[in-house]
Every structure is written in structure tokens, then in C-alpha cells.
């Protein structure tokens, strides 16, 4: 079972664990993930806001299907995937991924599987907004270094 | 000779804005004929489009550059996705 939510406004990760933590006597671990807006560019620059565009139709497709790949794949009882879209102040939360399993294992991987394949397959396009405009955001060699690592 | 509607997320938007109409044949034309056609009203693209690796959508799904595009369809040009 997987679940992904595309979401307009801030969300409380601490809340989404809470309610994901819920009834879960069937499962032995819960590992979550939570990627954070910065104050600084990759470069060290100040960040006012990050932009992240979505697609009305593809991005939360695809977000579930790397969910459902994620879950089926480690065979986790529940994975959740929650990521922000639009206008992101630094701390706020972009990302959110749970994993339920029966052992620790199969949680750690699930999480950490699903957020390697968001940072290059999930359909967003993303922007810093700085002191010297606005500036996109591509994927990086680690990004897709990240991603071949689950390529067997 | 009819109008597609053709949008576009990432890079190509700072060359094209959110959208622009385009005119092609009511037949139809393969997404390789319109990226040319883009090409042809804004010179600078072809560079941001290789640079970039812009791939299309039709209808909400990555598409080949021989599927052909009718009127009535919604195209969609992006650059690479970046999120998390």
C-alpha cells in the first residue's frame, strides 16, 4: 500500500508521523524523511524562497507510482509520500516520506529508494528565489549518482 | 490550418512564458515538426532544449518525437524534473 499527496500549503511533518504512527501493532518499524527548505543556495547564497512548479496531471502520478515501486519493491505495509508544490519559505518542510515495515531494514530502504527517485523523477521543476533573482534548480551528478544505486 | 495550445514547466518557460498558441495543420503534425516550429519562433531554444534535456508531453504522457499531435490535444514541452 502507497499513498502520495501533492500539497499547496505548509504542512506539520511532526503531525503526518503522528497520524502514520497510528495503529500500527502489524508493523515492527517506522523510519520518515523529511527534507527541509534552505537559507542558502548550493553555492552559499541566500535563499528567500524555493519555487517549486508542478504539473497538474504527472507530478502526483508520479509521485505514487515511485511510492507504489518503493512499497513493492522493500514489500513495506505502507509508504506515504507528502511534497509541497508552489512557494516555499527556508524550514519549511518540502518533502515528507514514511515507511512502515515488519523489521528495520526494509523501512530504511524504502524511504531512502523513494527519496533518491524524487529528486530526479518526480515531476516538479524547481527555482531559488535570492538577492540576484530567481534561479533554477537541476538535478546534480550526485542526484543521479544517488539514483543508479538502485539500478540492479 | 488550426491552433494547438502548447504549454510549457522549467526552462522552455523563459523562452515561451507559461503558454503559446501555435498554429498547425488540422491533420495533425509529430511532436518533432512542432518542436521545430518552436524552434523556429524563438531561435534561442534550440540550445535549451538540447542543453536541458526538454522531452514533451501529450495528453499528460512523456511522448516519442513521431507522435502525432491533433488538434484538441494538450502538449506540454518541460526541461529535466528536479524535485525533492
Excluded at chain 1, 495503529?23 to 515492527?28: A, I, Q, T
Excluded at chain 1, 523510519?31 to 535563499?47: H, Y
Aim: glycine residues 8%; contains cysteine.
Amino acid at each position: 500500500m502507497a499513498r502520495a499527496h501533492l500539497c499547496g500549503e505548509a504542512f506539520a511533518p511532526d503531525a503526518l508521523l503522528a497520524a502514520f504512527l497510528e495503529g500500527r501493532g502489524d508493523d515492527g518499524a517506522v523510519v520518515s524523511f523529511v527534507g527541509l527548505a534552505r537559507a542558502a543556495s548550493r553555492d552559499g547564497e541566500t535563499v528567500s524562497s524555493l519555487c517549486l512548479d508542478w504539473h497538474p496531471v504527472m507530478t502526483e502520478r508520479s509521485m505514487l507510482q515511485i511510492a507504489n515501486d518503493g512499497a513493492r519493491r522493500f514489500g513495506v505495509s505502507d509508504l506515504l509520500v507528502v511534497h509541497r508544490c508552489g512557494e516555499i519559505a527556508p524550514g519549511e518542510a518540502i518533502v515528507f516520506v514514511a515507511a512502515a515495515a515488519a523489521h528495520r531494514r526494509e523501512a530504511f530502504l524504502a524511504a531512502d529508494y523513494v527519496m533518491d527517485r524524487l529528486k530526479t523523477e518526480a515531476a516538479f521543476w524547481k527555482r531559488e528565489r535570492g538577492p540576484k533573482g530567481v534561479r533554477w534548480i537541476d538535478p546534480t551528478d550526485n542526484d543521479r549518482a544517488d539514483l543508479a544505486r538502485w539500478s540492479n | 490550418m488550426t491552433t494547438l495550445r502548447v504549454q510549457f514547466f522549467g526552462r522552455p518557460s523563459d523562452i515561451f512564458g507559461p503558454g503559446m498558441d501555435i498554429d498547425i495543420p488540422a491533420a495533425g503534425v509529430p511532436l518533432s515538426e512542432l518542436r521545430r516550429l518552436l524552434v523556429q519562433s524563438e531561435p534561442e531554444a534550440s540550445a535549451v532544449f538540447e542543453r536541458y534535456g526538454v522531452r514533451a508531453a501529450v495528453d499528460a504522457e512523456i511522448s516519442a518525437e513521431d507522435v502525432l499531435v491533433r488538434p484538441g490535444q494538450t502538449v506540454e514541452f518541460f526541461s529535466m524534473f528536479s524535485g525533492g
